[in-house]
């Protein structure tokens, strides 16, 4: 997991200015993203704080079908008369919401198994992989809709059924980790000094598996964002008047052909999450050298 | 006599080692593990199946019936169905019957075996074609890109992919819709039953871009990736160019033919994603597949159907793991299986 890093080029070979363009490179492409996910959380979780936004549950039908730019909705309104700025805010903090509690439920449960299987190998390793591997062959939307449909839709409903499809891909990368880091010379002199397996993991294993987690993590949110909106958009996630970003998607492509925007914008909004998501996801692996 | 019988030990001879080289051969080898590997897998996926449909409102005969049914007809049927067993028995009856190769009846009283069949073949038709598409696209992008690592071409090409990455596959359809069947009424917007080629091009094309697009921008950030990487670190790729290979032959026949092994194994990886992805973009464009057959399962509380397109989900993952593992045991001679870091 942690590859050596490219050795570096030649001083006499480079001239200064190629290196300092490299070096604006690597942080540009680190905080371009981080910027518009900070912004983007700012946006939906302290924007509502501060400005009084429109209802976005409610709306006057007066107002309906609004273009974007109109005044008092900056994005316009949908059939209802709904403001589609604010069902973004709020769908949005419903989005991220999900994504982020899944994916942390995904690294604590998901890699607490990976270590354990890695470190103490044999039974506990071929039981855990197992069951990871059901887990993974199980198709992770058929068990959303499933409690959906069965439990009824809620919040935590939608974040328990993506977690059992967080968890085993954790696992997996966890495991993955714990076996290379378990093979270097500074483990077996770990072990050979008498540490305790407990000091050990914490001390030892996950330091150097952390990058490998959170640069996986970061892609894994990405994907939850897409799977969370995909249902929503199949309707057994986030219930109307609650909006989602996949709800919209769908509540839009009912009139996609007289104002494809209701589309597009939250379409966009996802796009925007996800990109920024990947981009920094790539950034760390890239400083970090993870592979 | 003693001929006809040294020919005989001859034969038995023979097919002893025939045996003895077939067994012996590690790729078959690796084959059998993993085969006996995925028999646990799928018996824990049925199972897993079966305990999450238990959460579903046991309401079969009810719909059955009708809602004026009387509790007494409802609590008939049920015993007809078998419902009203208990959960153990039930899985078992299930699962000896899946294992005939019978997978029960519809809540419309149609067999599962029936419905699996007429829909199986069109959602295998869409993903081969977004599959073959996508990776046919890939190799040639990805070598495009890896030829000149941050020129214009690839630098291009890893926004599209990078794009193709984080968009939303129902998002896209969308789009597409909109653009396509819409605007420029290339396509229709809801796909009609498929027969002979021409309907299939008409029909599936939107479909298959919507699933192959992000497979595509997959497929070739990883062989674009890998490709660079060779070209820069290896030996032989240095060999090559000194020996005088022209510099496109070197990405082609050295580098990319490498590279081919990770793909093919991303590939198969990414087969369990891939029928999620059809049960959604079926659903949008009314594909008549086992995607939008299952959607309609769920919101019927069809158990039975729902479980035997899950079984075929599964299938299609464990097999696809294991046909990616397969080969590249077949294909790179440095993988040596039976080491057990992995």
């Not at chain 1, 070979?13 to 680190?30: K, P, W």
Request: aromatic share 8%; glycine share 10%; hydrophobic share 50%.
């Amino acid at each position: 997991m942690l590859a050596t890093p490219a050795p570096p080029p030649l001083p006499s070979l480079v001239d200064a200015r190629r290196l300092r363009s490299q070096r604006i490179g690597r942080a540009l492409r680190l905080w371009v993203p981080a910027g518009i996910l900070i912004g983007l959380l700012g946006i939906c979780f302290v924007l509502p704080l501060v400005v009084t936004l429109p209802s976005s549950t409610n709306g006057n039908i007066i107002y309906n079908n609004e273009a974007p730019f109109s005044p008092g909705h900056l994005l316009g309104t949908n059939v209802q008369g709904v403001d589609i700025f604010s069902q973004l805010v709020y769908g949005g903090q419903l989005t991220f919401e999900i994504s982020l509690s899944v994916t942390l439920i995904g690294v604590v449960i998901g890699g607490t198994l990976g270590v354990a299987a890695a470190y103490f190998g044999g039974w506990a390793d071929a039981v855990i992989s197992r069951v990871l591997d059901i887990l993974l062959a199980f198709p992770a939307l058929v068990l959303a809709l499933v409690i959906a449909e069965g439990l009824g839709p809620s919040e935590l409903h939608l974040i328990w059924a993506l977690a059992v499809f967080a968890i085993p891909a954790q696992g997996r990368v966890a495991r993955g980790a714990t076996l290379t880091v378990r093979g270097l010379s500074y483990m077996t002199a770990a072990r050979l000094s008498g540490t305790r397996p407990w000091r050990i993991i914490t001390r030892h294993v996950l330091p150097n598996i952390l990058p490998g987690i959170v640069t996986f993590s970061l892609l894994g949110i990405g994907i939850v964002v897409i799977i969370e909106g995909a249902i929503d958009f199949l309707g057994y996630g986030i219930q109307l008047p609650q909006a989602s970003w996949g709800s919209m998607i769908t509540q839009g492509q009912n009139i996609e052909s007289v104002q494809p925007e209701y589309v597009l914008i939250p379409s966009i909004a996802l796009v925007i999450t996800v990109v920024a998501l990947n981009m920094l996801g790539d950034a760390l692996r890239e400083r970090w050298g993870v592979q | 006599m003693a001929l006809v019988q040294q020919i005989q030990l001859q034969r038995e001879a023979g097919a002893r080692d025939r045996a003895r080289r077939l067994t012996g051969s590690p790729a078959l080898r690796v084959a059998g593990r993993r085969l006996l590997s995925a028999i646990p897998v799928l018996i824990g996926v049925t199972f897993l199946t079966f305990s999450v449909m238990s959460l579903l409102p046991n309401d079969s005969a009810q719909a059955i019936l009708g809602l004026n049914a009387s509790p007494s007809a409802v609590a008939a049927l049920n015993h007809t169905l078998g419902l009203d067993q208990p959960f153990w028995q039930r899985y078992w009856h299930w699962l000896v019957n899946v294992l005939h190769g019978n997978f029960g009846t519809t809540l419309e009283g149609g067999s599962v075996n029936h419905e699996l069949a007429i829909h199986v073949p069109t959602t295998l038709e869409l993903l081969l074609y977004a599959l073959v598409v996508s990776v046919a696209l890939s190799v040639v992008v990805a070598a495009l890109a890896a030829r000149r690592p941050n020129g214009i071409a690839d630098r291009i090409i890893l926004t599209v992919s990078m794009l193709g990455l984080s968009t939303a596959p129902y998002a896209f359809a969308f789009l597409l819709i909109i653009v396509f069947s819409v605007k420029l009424t290339w396509f229709p917007v809801l796909s009609g039953a498929v027969a002979g080629p021409g309907s299939f091009f008409k029909n599936l094309t939107l479909p298959a871009a919507a699933i192959g697009f992000g497979l595509f921008a997959i497929y070739t950030r990883l062989l674009r990736a890998d490709m660079v990487d060779q070209m820069q670190r290896e030996d032989y790729i240095v060999t090559a160019k000194a020996k005088g290979v022209p510099p496109w032959r070197v990405l082609l026949r050295h580098a990319l033919r490498n590279s081919l092994f990770t793909l093919i194994t991303v590939v198969g990886l990414n087969l369990g994603g891939l029928v999620g992805a059809a049960a959604i973009i079926e659903t949008i464009f009314q594909v008549q597949g086992i995607g939008n057959d299952l959607i309609t399962g769920i919101s019927n509380h069809d158990v039975p159907l729902i479980e035997g397109i899950t079984l075929v989900f599964a299938l299609v993952t464990v097999f696809g793991n294991l046909l990616a593992d397969l080969a590249y045991a077949v294909l790179d001679p440095r993988i040596r299986y039976g080491s057990s870091n992995s």
